[in-house]
């Protein structure tokens, strides 16, 4: 059973538009949101993340959105650029008690590619 | 570069064979986690340690085993390898016990023959 689902395996952009990745979950639990950057032979690289206190976080070029309701979130990448090229992966995780531990949950990711 | 060191990157292997994955965390990070990505699919959180000890367990099989030493860097056991464990096993470490913004290695793509 997903708990995080990206229903887009791909999305192509051209340069300077803005792309739009999408993420549901299942999980009402949830209350972290991460996303995460991954290019070809490397590890997923930290991209920006959204408390679940909050509906919007912004970092330069990047936003994510937080619907609650909706179980969905989104990230907006504003212009887009042919280096953003990559698999987004999106994550959510949970404050659990007892022994307490975050386990990041993760989408399959959407592969974007920026057209020049 | 993340910091997180993953040895080796990759690793051709049989079937019911045992291989063992290295990963050294960033300096200063207490905290290890275990993830494999199969084809096609998102990242499935294996096992965490957090300063030597078993913190939380997600879907290991009982056929993987895991440890984190004194000096930090952890091991991951494989055993009884079948086809289908192929796949990329990434390490991340992060400061304290809740990965909230985990830095991931470049991970061990392992294939079963």
């Known amino acids: 059973d997903q708990q995080v689902k990206q229903n887009s395996p791909s999305l192509s952009v051209q340069e300077g538009r803005i792309s739009i990745l999408n993420c549901d979950y299942t999980n009402s639990m949830f209350d972290y949101f991460l996303w995460y950057k991954k290019y070809p032979a490397e590890g997923p690289t930290f991209l920006i993340s959204?408390?679940?206190?909050?509906d919007k976080n912004e970092d330069g070029r990047f936003t994510v959105f937080l619907n609650k309701s909706a179980k969905h979130l989104s990230l907006h990448i504003v212009p887009s650029q042919p280096g953003d090229s990559a698999v987004y992966f999106c994550?959510?995780?949970?404050?659990?008690?007892?022994?307490?531990?975050?386990?990041?949950?993760f989408g399959k990711g959407t592969k974007l590619s920026v057209i020049p | 570069d993340s910091g997180v060191t993953q040895t080796p990157k990759h690793l051709i292997t049989a079937t019911g064979q045992r291989v063992t994955l290295r990963c050294s965390p960033r300096?200063?990070?207490?905290?290890v986690y275990w993830y494999q990505q199969s084809l096609d699919q998102g990242l499935q959180f294996l096992i965490q340690y957090y300063n030597g000890e078993e913190r939380a367990k997600g879907n290991i099989l009982e056929r993987f085993s895991a440890q984190q030493f004194p000096d930090l860097h952890s091991e991951l056991n494989l055993s009884s390898l079948e086809l289908g464990d192929s796949a990329l096993y990434f390490c991340?470490?992060?400061?304290?016990?809740?990965?909230?913004?985990?830095?991931f290695g470049q991970g061990t793509r392992l294939t079963v023959v």
């Open positions: 300096s200063g990070d207490l905290s």
């Open positions: 959204i408390s679940s206190i909050k």
């Open positions: 994550a959510a995780s949970t404050r659990a008690t007892g022994a307490g531990s975050y386990q990041l949950t």
């Open positions: 991340a470490s992060s400061p304290g016990p809740f990965n909230t913004e985990a830095f």
